[in-house]
């Protein structure tokens, strides 16, 4: 399983669109530590903004990268030769770590970025929190799209429209949260937690519970 987790991370870390996201990241600590230091902000407002800002687009940066997960191994058929010697449950496992330590190591590189720039960074545990499981929402998300189309192309088109959509939805659902409908879609997208309390959270860790589990349970009944 180790040995799965390592290969999935190192070739997705080494990967040309890999570089572009963390760069991209990169970019948008520098620029929002130059804003926050303009502007006067203080640095505990500047970690959870740009915290938010990661979630915001996590969903298509996870689908960017990783949308290929499982459907290149399954278009090439080089799941076959892993499947003698580990579980499924194991090869999932594997490549959704994979994807949550790929997304937390530039997390933390940016917000080193952001040290070296000169701010002063007040821990922010509930924002951190929120970004791990939103993360980890996105990773089940792209995760089930991969094992449902199982061909890399397909799978990059309806990940990089989710990941287009569903920031789209949040903010629809931030503007008419008054309506019923809207607060629901609220619930069920990762951006709002950002502004609710800290409890609230348990709600988005069973929504990526949910999604796991049938991501877990598609790949075990897979024909491959």
């Given at each position: ?20 996201t ?9 620029g ?9 902000g ?9 915290l938010?800002?990661?979630a915001?687009?996590?969903p ?6 990783f ?6 191994d399954?278009?090439t058929q ?7 010697f580990m579980r ?7 490549k ?11 997390v933390v590189?940016?917000?080193?970025v952001v040290?070296v720039?000169?701010h ?6 509930r924002?951190l929190l929120v ?7 996105c990773?089940?998300?792209t995760?089930?799209?991969s ?15 989710l990941?287009?959509c ?10 008419w ?11 069920l ?12 959270a348990?709600i988005?860790?069973v929504?990526?519970v949910?999604?796991?589990a049938t991501?877990l ?7 491959l």
């Amino acid at each position: 399983m180790l040995a799965l987790y390592y290969a999935d991370l190192k070739r997705e870390l080494l990967s040309v669109r890999s570089l572009i996201t963390i760069a991209l990241m990169v970019w948008v600590a520098i620029g929002m530590s130059k804003i926050s230091g303009a502007l006067g902000g203080g640095a505990g407002l500047q970690m959870s903004s740009l915290l938010a800002i990661y979630a915001f687009f996590a969903p298509f940066f996870v689908g960017l990268v990783f949308s290929g997960i499982f459907a290149y191994d399954m278009e090439t058929q080089a799941i076959r030769y892993v499947l003698p010697f580990m579980r499924r449950a194991q090869i999932f496992a594997a490549k959704y770590l994979a994807i949550i330590t790929y997304f937390l190591v530039v997390v933390v590189v940016s917000l080193v970025v952001v040290a070296v720039s000169g701010h002063r960074i007040e821990f922010d545990g509930r924002s951190l929190l929120v970004l791990v499981l939103s993360y980890m929402y996105c990773a089940a998300l792209t995760c089930l799209v991969s094992i449902v189309l199982g061909r890399q192309r397909p799978a990059m088109f309806v990940s990089l429209v989710l990941g287009a959509c569903l920031p789209a939805l949040g903010v629809m659902a931030a503007i008419w949260s008054a309506k019923p409908v809207w607060k629901v879609v609220g619930y069920l997208l990762p951006f709002d937690y950002f502004d609710l309390p800290v409890s609230h959270a348990a709600i988005l860790a069973v929504i990526v519970v949910v999604l796991s589990a049938t991501g877990l349970v598609l790949f075990d009944r897979k024909d491959l």
